[in-house]
């Protein structure tokens, strides 16, 4: 119930569960997520079948682990989603770890007899005072999709004004489509005369 029996890391009840624990026990120390999201991954469930797919989820996982201490936790949150909690771990160890993992997964995967190329996108937050274990996770999904926008293969540290983007564009979309709905848009034509 709280393994991926794919990988065998945490699932995301266990994840969630470690990082509700780590936060409960208000150390001064600090705790870092990070979320690993492979980029471009359905191409290779397209192209090579599932079978090739679970061959590098598993070969992720295993490099993930490689990198981390005993102490930390490795979790598979679903498809080709994985997260970190690092546990005493300021900004700068995690992005440490953040980089080790993006180069461990930037060396050529085997799969079926031939080298499959994967990248990874990396969010990232440290403990702020006040977090909760759903804000630490939050802002690092946050900061994974800042990195994946930014051009993939690469790591972010989440920052308030990633969150204030994200909610920004939400309510320009909602209003965009409140528009079309209520017929707000004019269309003009300009034309360009020479």
Do not use: C
């Given at each position: 119930?709280?393994?991926?029996?794919?990988?065998?890391?945490?699932?995301?009840?266990?994840?969630?569960?470690?990082?509700?624990?780590?936060?409960?026990?208000?150390?001064?120390?600090?705790?870092?997520?990070?979320?690993?999201?492979?980029?471009?991954?359905?191409?290779?469930?397209?192209?090579?079948?599932?079978?090739?797919?679970?061959?590098?989820?598993?070969?992720?996982?295993?490099?993930?682990?490689?990198?981390?201490?005993?102490?930390?936790?490795?979790?598979?949150?679903?498809?080709?989603?994985f997260?970190?909690?690092?546990?005493?771990?300021?900004?700068?160890?995690?992005?440490?770890?953040?980089?080790?993992?993006?180069?461990?997964?930037?060396?050529?995967?085997?799969?079926?007899?031939?080298?499959?190329?994967?990248?990874?996108?990396?969010?990232?937050?440290?403990?702020?005072?006040?977090?909760?274990?759903?804000?630490?996770?939050?802002?690092?999904?946050?900061?994974m999709?800042?990195?994946?926008?930014?051009?993939?293969?690469?790591?972010?540290?989440?920052?308030?004004?990633?969150?204030?983007?994200?909610?920004?564009?939400?309510?320009?979309?909602?209003?965009?489509?409140?528009?079309?709905?209520?017929?707000?848009?004019v269309?003009?034509?300009?034309?360009?005369?020479?």
């Open positions: 119930a709280f393994h991926d029996p794919l990988t065998r890391l945490a699932n995301r009840s266990l994840f969630r569960e470690r990082v509700e624990h780590a936060l409960d026990r208000r150390r001064v120390t600090e705790e870092a997520v990070l979320f690993i999201d492979l980029d471009n991954f359905k191409t290779i469930n397209d192209s090579l079948g599932h079978a090739a797919g679970d061959h590098v989820l598993v070969e992720t996982a295993h490099r993930i682990r490689s990198m981390l201490r005993p102490e930390d936790t490795a979790a598979r949150l679903g498809g080709d989603e997260a970190v909690l690092l546990e005493d771990a300021d900004v700068t160890n995690a992005a440490r770890v953040a980089e080790r993992i993006r180069l461990s997964l930037g060396v050529p995967f085997w799969v079926l007899g031939q080298e499959v190329f994967i990248s990874a996108s990396i969010g990232i937050a440290v403990r702020q005072k006040g977090d909760a274990a759903g804000d630490l996770l939050r802002n690092a999904d946050v900061a999709y800042t990195a994946k926008s930014k051009g993939k293969s690469r790591f972010e540290i989440f920052e308030p004004a990633m969150h204030d983007a994200v909610v920004a564009r939400l309510s320009l979309e909602a209003e965009l489509r409140r528009a079309i709905e209520r017929e707000e848009f269309v003009y034509y300009q034309p360009i005369v020479r």
